[in-house]
Nanobody, 125 residues
Framework: QVQLVESGGGLVQAGGSLRLSCAAS????????MGWFRQAPGKERNFVAA????????YYADSVKGRFTISRDNAKNTVFLQMNSLKPEDTALYYC??????????????????WGQGTQVTVSS
């Protein structure tokens, strides 16, 4: 129902920064929750960060707290992930996700009903 398109991935050195963007379309109203997950080769898809519709609540994985910031612009139907102080362990395919059925943030893949195709983030040491 909701189409998501990510952009902003790339190759950066450790300590560098990237800003990911995710544009949503296909619905009249903004999804209740939008977030980011990441998946490294051979590993599970893990929660990174999420934000509620009006940006009143954000939630981050412990591994990215203090380094990543999630935000959204409902007028543009876009969510952002500002990633600072990147580490090699941040290397992964980053997926944008949206929930149209739940208002609360839950760090589980099954909580989200729409997914983007992913954008690759590679951090070199």
């Amino acid at each position: 129902q909701v189409q998501l398109v990510e952009s902003g991935g790339g190759l950066v050195q450790a300590g560098g920064s990237l800003r990911l963007s995710c544009a949503a379309s296909g619905r009249t109203f903004s999804p209740y929750v939008m977030g980011w997950f990441r998946q490294a080769p051979g590993k599970e898809r893990n929660f990174v960060a999420a934000i509620t519709r009006c940006s009143e609540t954000t939630y981050y994985a412990d591994s990215v707290k203090g380094r990543f910031t999630i935000s959204r612009d409902n007028a543009k139907n876009t969510v952002f992930l500002q990633m600072n102080s990147l580490k090699p362990e941040d290397t992964a395919l980053y997926y944008c996700a949206a929930s149209t059925a739940h208002r609360a943030i839950v760090p589980r893949t099954d909580w989200y009903d729409s997914w983007g195709q992913g954008t690759q983030v590679t951090v070199s040491s």
